[in-house]
């Protein structure tokens, strides 16, 4: 049983579930994504998302018109993710078509990019073996797409932080 938290950005609430691993996601229609695909190998007992990032999937998934499989969405920091300033963090991202061919990542990715349902779609360059797209809530503060990586004694300069 997993604990999940999802913002609501309709009303800027938190909700709280309580799911199953084989149950849908909270805010997924007709079950294409799993608790078990969302949080991938993440071992986390509490998993976090918004509701918009969940719509965004319904979107995607109604547009592509067929199952996507789910390598993962959500990471915690230290379980790893494509950078220190991944967007899985938020639990906004997936990384998706593991399983497939170039081919058919490429037309996944077209149809992302085209959507206009995300807020970012990872290049080919970077996500040569996966289709990486997220739902950030704001525009990113770094220019590989990131956001701030901020430690303990971070003060200023703050774009700084922002590494690939
Ligand atoms: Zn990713």
Redesign the pocket.
Known sequence: MAKILVYNNDNNRMETYYRDESDAMPYNTGRTLTVREFRGSSKSPTLWTSKRAMQSWNSQRYIFGLPIPVGFAFKRPWEG??SNQ???YAGV???VGQTWSNAKRATLRSSAQNSNIWSYV?PLSL?PT?V?F?KRALTSACPNGGFPLVKRGSVRYVYSYCSR
């Open positions: 993710g494509h991944s967007q899985h991202a997936f990384d990872e996500t996966w990486h997220d």
